[in-house]
């Protein structure tokens, strides 16, 4: 069974940066998805298991960036945040580095971590 667990979620005002970290108990293509007060859940940003592609929807692009370490530590770094960005966020695992903007490609997923971005 794999583990994913998120950490670094936060309450932080308009403007500000935040990067959440999403550590795995395996190595997998990693996936960031949203879920904002009212709304469907949302792609925000995938990464392919090498790290060689990597995939941010467009609401986000130019503000977050994914990236991964070495080992199964998979992060979100969040940049000028803005009250829209207040959400759920969650981070889940897919054995297959296609279809990584869409939720069903995802065998895992973590628990989530709330980020408030107060304006």
């Known amino acids: 069974q794999v583990q994913l667990v998120e950490s670094g979620g ?9 990067t ?3 550590a795995a108990s395996e190595r997998y293509a990693v996936g ?9 859940r949302e ?3 995938a990464i392919t298991y ?3 592609n990597k995939y941010h929807a467009n609401s986000v692009r130019g503000r977050f960036t994914i990236s991964r370490d070495t ?14 960005d207040t959400a759920v966020y969650y981070c889940a695992a ?3 580095n296609r279809d990584l903007d869409s939720a069903w490609a995802y065998e895992y997923w973590g628990q ?5 971005v107060s304006s």
């Open 50 to 52: 090498s790290g060689a």
């Open 10 to 18: 936060g309450l932080v005002q308009a403007g500000d940066s935040l």
């Open 94 to 96: 897919a054995t297959s």
């Open 112 to 116: 989530g971590t709330q980020v408030t």
């Open 71 to 84: 080992a199964k530590t998979v992060y979100l770094h969040m940049n000028s945040l803005k009250a829209e």
């Open 20 to 22: 959440l970290s999403c």
């Open 43 to 45: 792609f925000v940003a």
């Open 32 to 40: 960031w998805f949203r879920r904002r007060p009212g709304r469907e």
